[in-house]
């Protein structure tokens, strides 16, 4: 039982730090694919636990993953963010044009 136990725990830590290395080192429009599914399964959980209000407030930030975050919103934050890129795709440089030091 210990081994089994071992083995999920070993498997479980893992998943979280793949999951983080995607999220942290991964395409913007990635990070904001997983949020949102992140939020989204959050949101079926709460549900079928019974806390709706919670599963509502879960399912709107699902739905509106830049609220009130400067530097992905591209214009539509009131706090005068990086409006200079209007919703320009990111920029991929091939590994071959990139000199060794």
């Given amino acids: 039982m210990n081994r089994l136990l071992d083995g999920s725990l070993v498997s479980l830590a893992l998943a979280a730090s793949i999951t983080y290395a995607l999220g942290s080192l991964g395409p913007k429009s990635l990070r904001q694919r ?3 599914r992140l939020a989204r399964l959050a949101a079926g959980i709460a ?4 806390l709706g209000r919670m599963a509502r407030r879960l399912e709107a930030t699902a ?3 830049a609220a009130g975050a400067c530097g992905g919103c591209h214009g539509s934050c009131s706090e005068g963010g990086d409006q200079s890129r209007d919703g ?3 920029v991929r440089v ?3 044009l990139i000199g060794k030091r």
């Fill in 34 to 36: 997983m949020r949102a």
């Fill in 47 to 50: 549900h079928r636990i019974g």
């Fill in 63 to 65: 739905a509106n993953p």
């Fill in 88 to 90: 320009a795709p990111e």
């Fill in 94 to 96: 091939p590994l071959d």
